[in-house]
C-alpha cells in the first residue's frame, strides 16, 4: 500500500470519511461518501493522481437513489468507490468533462433512475428508445425498496 | 446507407458542405446492430455518433428479478464471442460474497476453458477486422482454427457459444485424459499457425498500411473514456487484471502482458496475436500442473446472499469485467451491475474518429474488437 500513500493523504485531507481497506474485501482499496455538489471537485483530484473511470452506476434505496462511480488505477489495479446520495432536487453534477466516457454512463442512469445531471453535454436516452421517456425501468416498487444502510454496507 | 446533404455558412465565408451518412444499424462494418451517424467533409469524417441500444434486453433488470441462480445463462449473452470470463467474474463475485471456496483443480478448468475462449474470440476478431479491411483470404484460416477451439468448448460444456459451463464452487465436468488431449493436439496445431499469420497479415504491405499509424489512442484519451483491454494495452499500458490483481488461479502462472507502443490499429493487432500465444501458455502450465481433487465444492441448496455490496473484475478478451452486487439478504440480488469493456471502448471512437478518412475510421472501429450485445446489455 506504501505506494498509493500520496493519493490516500490528499484524499484525507478533502474528504476526512474515507475508508481505507488494504486487503480489498468487497473489491474496492478505498471508498468515501460524499455530497452531490462535491464530485467535479473528487473527480478532478482522482483524474490528476492518474486514475481511469470504471463505471458509475445507481441504487435505487430509501429515501432517495443513491449513485456509485468506480475508479481504477492502472499501475496497481487501486481501486476506489465514490458513493453519493442523490440530493432532494433529483440533480447531481457532471462529471463528463473530467471524465469523458462519464458522458454515456449518465446518460444511462439518467434513462434508468430519472436522475438529471447538470452540465451534461447531451442528456439524452442511450440504450432505450425515446418513446420509452420516463419509464425509469430500474426504480423500485415502494414495497420493495430498502433503505439504504439495509444494503449500502459498507 | 442513406445521404443526406446540408450546407452550413462558416465565420470565414465560404460554403462548406458538410453530408451525413448513416451506417448501420445494420452493416458488415459495424460487427453487430450499431448505427453511426456520421458528419463527413469529402471523405474526411468531422463527426461520429454512435447510436446504440439496439439490442438492449435489461439484463439488469432481470438480475434483480430472479434468484442469482437463474442469471447464470444472463452472463453468457451478452459478450456472445467471449462469454466465460463474464461468467467466472458473476460465479467468482458470488462465491466471494457468500464465503464459499472453490477446489483448486475447478479453478485451473476455469482458467483453461476461458483462455481457449479468449483464442476463439480473438480468433473471431482477426478474421473479420481483416474482412474490414478487404481482405477475404484471412478469416477462413481464422475460422478453421476457431474451429478447433469451439469443438474442444463443445465437448467440455456442451455448447459451441453461449457456454453455461461454470457452477457455483466449481465447474459442470471435468477435462479428462481424452479433453486434454484434445487441447494438446489443438496447441501444437496452433503454434504452427501463428507463422502462416505473420507471412499472411503481419507482413503483408497492403495492412500495413492501412493500419501503421492509423487510430491512435493516447493513453491520456483511453484515460478519460476508461478503455481497457488490447486497445488499452495497444497503447504500451500494461494493465490487465489477471497480472495486477490476480484471481482464480492465475497467480500460479507465469505468462506476459504484451503491449504497444504507438497505439494505432497495427498495435492492438499486434497485441491480440501475441496474447494467443499467451493463453497457449498459460494452457499449457495448467494441464501440466492441474491438481487432482474435486471440481465442485459441495454447496448447501439454497444460498442466499448476504446484506452487502461488492464488486469484482475478470480480464475478458476486450477488456475489464466488472459485476457490482447490492443484496439485501434474499436470494435475488438487490441490484446488479454490468461494467462491459466495449461500452468504453466504443465511447471514444466519437473523439478519436475526428478528422480521419472514412476508410480509415472503418479500419479503426474494427481495430476496437467491439460486440455490440455487450455495450446494449
New interface residues.
Given amino acids: 500500500m506504501h505506494h498509493t500513500d500520496a493519493l490516500i493523504i490528499a484524499l484525507r485531507t478533502v474528504f476526512p470519511s474515507i475508508t481505507v481497506s488494504p486487503e480489498?474485501e468487497?473489491?474496492?482499496h478505498a471508498a468515501i461518501a460524499l455530497a452531490a455538489e462535491q464530485i467535479p471537485g473528487a473527480a478532478s483530484l482522482l483524474?490528476e493522481h492518474?486514475?481511469?473511470?470504471?463505471?458509475i452506476?445507481a441504487?435505487?434505496v430509501r429515501p432517495r437513489c443513491e449513485l456509485?462511480y468506480?475508479f481504477?488505477r492502472?499501475?496497481?489495479?487501486f481501486?476506489i468507490?465514490l458513493h453519493l446520495p442523490v440530493p432532494e432536487n433529483n440533480t447531481v453534477p457532471s462529471i463528463a468533462e473530467?471524465?469523458?466516457?462519464a458522458?454515456?454512463h449518465e446518460r444511462e442512469i439518467g434513462e434508468?433512475f430519472g436522475i438529471v445531471f447538470s452540465n451534461h453535454p447531451g442528456l439524452k436516452?442511450?440504450?432505450?428508445?425515446r418513446e420509452e421517456k420516463g419509464l425509469c425501468?430500474?426504480l423500485r416498487s415502494d414495497s420493495l425498496l430498502?433503505s439504504r444502510e439495509?444494503?449500502?454496507?459498507w | 446507407m442513406g445521404v443526406a446533404v446540408r450546407s452550413t455558412k462558416t465565420e470565414s465565408g465560404p460554403i462548406h458542405y458538410r453530408y451525413f451518412m448513416n451506417v448501420g444499424p445494420q452493416h458488415p462494418s459495424t460487427h453487430g446492430v450499431l448505427r453511426l451517424i456520421i458528419g463527413l467533409y469529402g471523405e474526411y469524417v468531422l463527426s461520429i455518433e454512435p447510436v446504440?441500444?439496439y439490442g438492449?434486453r435489461?439484463h439488469?433488470?432481470m438480475a434483480?428479478s430472479r434468484p442469482w441462480q437463474a442469471f447464470l445463462p444472463n452472463t453468457a449473452r451478452m459478450d456472445y464471442a467471449c462469454c466465460l470470463p463474464h461468467q467466472h467474474c458473476y460465479l467468482s463475485?458470488i462465491e466471494q460474497h457468500t464465503g464459499i471456496k472453490v477446489p483448486p483443480r475447478a479453478e485451473y478448468i476455469r482458467v483453461i476453458a476461458v483462455e481457449l475462449n479468449r483464442i476463439a474470440s480473438h480468433l473471431l476478431w482477426l478474421g473479420a477486422f481483416l474482412l474490414d479491411l478487404g481482405a477475404f483470404t484471412p478469416i477462413l484460416y481464422c475460422f478453421d482454427d476457431r474451429e478447433e477451439v469451439l469443438d474442444i468448448l463443445e465437448n467440455l460444456t456442451g455448447a459451441r457459444i453461449t457456454h453455461c459451463f461454470f457452477r457455483i464452487g466449481g465447474v459442470l465436468a471435468d477435462i479428462d485424459d481424452h479433453s486434454a488431449n484434445r487441447i494438446r493436439e489443438f496447441m501444437r496445431r496452433m503454434r504452427g499457425r501463428f507463422s502462416v499469420y505473420h507471412k499472411l497479415v503481419t507482413e503483408n504491405i497492403i495492412f500495413i498500411k492501412r493500419t501503421r499509424d492509423i487510430g491512435i489512442i493516447t493513453p491520456d484519451m483511453?484515460?478519460?473514456?476508461?478503455a481497457t483491454g488490447p486497445v488499452?494495452r495497444g497503447s504500451g499500458?500494461a494493465?490487465d487484471?489477471r497480472k495486477?490483481?490476480p484471481y482464480s488461479a492465475y497467480r500460479d502462472f507465469s505468462f506476459d502482458v504484451p503491449t504497444g507502443s504507438r497505439g494505432d490499429c497495427y498495435d492492438r493487432y499486434l497485441v491480440r496475436v501475441e496474447e494467443m500465444q499467451q493463453s497457449l501458455c498459460i494452457i499449457e502450465q495448467a494441464l501440466e500442473r492441474m491438481p487432482a481433487g474435486e471440481i465442485r465444492a459441495p454447496v448447501p441448496r439454497t444460498i442466499r446472499l448476504p446484506?452487502?455490496?461488492?464488486?469484482?473484475?475478470v480480464e475478458g478478451a476486450r477488456g475489464?469485467v466488472?459485476y457490482?452486487l447490492?443484496?439485501?439478504g434474499t436470494d435475488t440480488p438487490?441490484?446488479l451491475?454490468v461494467?462491459s469493456p466495449c461500452?468504453?471502448n466504443l465511447?471514444?471512437i466519437q473523439?478519436l474518429g475526428q478528422g480521419m478518412l472514412f476508410a480509415d475510421m472503418i479500419a479503426t472501429l474494427g481495430s476496437l474488437d467491439l460486440v455490440i450485445p455487450e455495450i446494449?446489455?
Fill in positions: 480489498a468487497r473489491g474496492w483524474f492518474g486514475l481511469a473511470l470504471s463505471f452506476t441504487v435505487h456509485v468506480h481504477v492502472w499501475e496497481d489495479a481501486r468507490v473530467i471524465y469523458h466516457g458522458a454515456w434508468f436516452p442511450l440504450l432505450l428508445t425501468p430500474l430498502q439495509n444494503v449500502l454496507i | 446504440i441500444g438492449h435489461m439488469e433488470k434483480q463475485l483511453a484515460r478519460r473514456y476508461g488499452l499500458i494493465y487484471v495486477q490483481q446484506a452487502g455490496q461488492r464488486s469484482f473484475s475489464e466488472t457490482y447490492v443484496a439485501d438487490y441490484r451491475k461494467r461500452y468504453a465511447n471514444l473523439e446494449d446489455r
